[in-house]
């Protein structure tokens, strides 16, 4: 995909190819993509263009001593009300290469901010060769002794992405791009951060549960902003991917319609199980033995907690009982090993 009409980027050379391909840093480090794009396959401006919209100017203003959290998530609700994602993404990202340092680190810091609060229709965006290329425009082609805070900040987010979206999102075949600039970073020798607990979690919480209605309407917030990009592409091959994802859409192709009550089903089922496992563990531990010290015991019952709240909203909003048994069966389980958890931890075996 090369919608600027230039040489092809770092992303373009190496996603798909053998990464012992080398690499000049004139493709690492080439200039940013001018504010109107064209594409050469239609000969008509993209539909992205760079937004300075006053909410997101204020964001990152220079003046600012610190983020302002509050502002950033007033920002996040706005993109997702207005659907400006495509937008948003490309103004920050330009910001984050900004020749001051304050202004860079405001810009990652509303982009974190974002990617934690904007759901898919963002997390898309980040994933796109365009975005990941100009987010490491300013990134040598050998690392630095000591990097500099945009560049570690920057490490740590893609790590962040890596470790989180890129395994346990829904849409994660979607979000390939992040797992490729991954690994043609750490070729090339850059070293990434741990990612902190706190902030990962996020991005992968404990309990990920969703009734079937969710699901669905998940699956339509996904449709959606996946046919915005591929109209905004506006390539022949987009084009018919943009045909097909409408018909998938409008429901015409019933046949491939996902079974969402099945699958939430099968989401409560692996509830149980690790509720299940807890249950057995428990029973096999031995006079004096230690458990809850960030070990597997602490990691079930937390996932255990984590789902406890979501089936409790599930049990009040079955007005039909279709599943109200499976569900107050399962509370009660859930109720019972966190009980156990807390005899067994306290020695009374």
């Known amino acids: 995909m090369n919608l600027y009409n230039q040489q092809p980027t770092v992303l373009e050379a190496y996603i798909g190819l053998d990464p012992t391909t080398p690499c000049s840093s004139e493709q690492l480090l080439r200039p940013p993509p001018p504010t109107t794009m064209t594409n050469p396959q239609t000969n008509r401006a993209c539909s992205v263009a760079i937004v300075t919209d006053p909410i997101l100017e204020r964001a990152c203003d220079l003046s600012r001593f610190e983020p302002d959290l509050a502002l950033n998530l007033e920002i996040c609700d706005y993109i997702k009300e207005k659907q400006k994602n495509t937008q948003a993404a490309v103004y920050i990202v330009r910001l984050v290469n900004n020749r001051n340092l304050h202004v860079s680190m405001l810009a990652l810091a509303l982009l974190d901010n974002c990617v934690k609060n904007c759901g898919y229709p963002f997390h898309l965006q980040i994933s796109t060769k365009d975005f990941l290329n100009e987010l490491v425009r300013k990134f040598p082609e050998r690392p630095l002794t000591v990097p500099t805070p945009v ?12 470790q989180t979206l890129c395994k346990t999102s829904r ?17 090339k020798g850059y070293r990434f951060p741990q990612v902190k607990n706190d902030s990962a979690s996020v991005l992968n919480p404990a309990s990920s549960l969703k009734s079937a209605t969710e699901l669905e309407e998940e699956d339509r917030v996904a449709q959606a902003a996946r046919l915005q990009e591929l109209i905004r592409r506006g390539r022949p091959e987009d084009v018919l991917a943009a045909n097909e994802l409408v018909k998938k859409m409008t429901g015409y ?65 079955d007005e039909n009982g279709d599943n109200m048994e499976q569900l107050l069966h399962i509370n009660d389980v859930i109720n019972s090993v966190i009980e156990q958890y807390k005899q067994v931890k306290g020695g009374n075996l």
Request: overall charge negative; glycine content about 4%; some cysteine.
């Open 151 to 162: 560049q570690s900040r920057v490490l740590e987010m893609i790590q962040e992405w890596h």
């Open 253 to 317: 192709e019933r046949d491939n319609k996902p079974d969402y009550i099945e699958e939430a089903s099968s989401e409560l089922d692996k509830i149980m199980e690790k509720a299940g496992l807890l249950t057995e563990m428990l029973n096999d531990v031995k006079p004096g033995e230690i458990i809850g010290r960030g070990d597997i015991f602490e990691e079930l019952l937390s996932t255990c907690k984590a789902a406890q709240p979501r089936i409790q909203k599930f049990i009040s909003e």
């Open 171 to 187: 849409y994660k075949e979607d979000l390939v791009y992040i797992k490729d600039m991954h690994r043609l970073l750490s070729f």
